[in-house]
């Protein structure tokens, strides 16, 4: 089994940065990419980026692009997400998630197998 622990999360102004990390621990080699997620208040869970556990095939949701990076450390079982330049609008719980087989659909989250407890991130002045 592989659990997984998000941290990073926390109070951040518009324009500025934050970086998220998620820990897999347990069975870490059977995972095969893994995924952040988020859920604003009152709406639903969306698909931020992913990328195989190799460190490969970076992909990322429209809002995203050019302002976040998803990253891999092979060394210590890490995916980070860095969040620059941060909107109102990217306040949300942010997940991370695993899956054993390559997802068909990276931003469909039945894709993906194992799921954090989740991160808060909230922007604001």
């Known amino acids: 089994q592989v659990q997984l622990e998000e941290s990073g999360g926390g109070l951040v102004q518009p324009g500025g940065s934050l970086r998220l990390s998620c820990a897999a621990s347990?069975?870490?080699?059977?995972?095969?990419?893994m995924a952040w997620f988020r859920q604003p208040p009152g709406k639903e869970r969306e698909f931020v980026a992913s990328i195989s556990w190799g460190g490969g095939y970076p992909y990322y949701a429209d809002f995203v692009k050019g302002r976040f990076t998803i990253s891999r450390d092979n060394a210590d079982d890490m995916v980070y997400l860095i969040m620059n330049n941060v909107k109102a609008e990217d306040t949300a719980v942010y997940s991370c998630?695993?899956?054993?087989?390559?997802?068909?659909?990276?931003?469909?989250?039945?894709?993906?197998?194992?799921w954090g407890q989740g991160t808060q991130v909230t922007v604001s002045s």
């Open positions: 998630a695993v899956a054993f087989s390559r997802p068909d659909i990276a931003w469909n989250p039945h894709s993906y197998d194992v």
């Open positions: 347990g069975r870490s080699f059977s995972i095969n990419a």
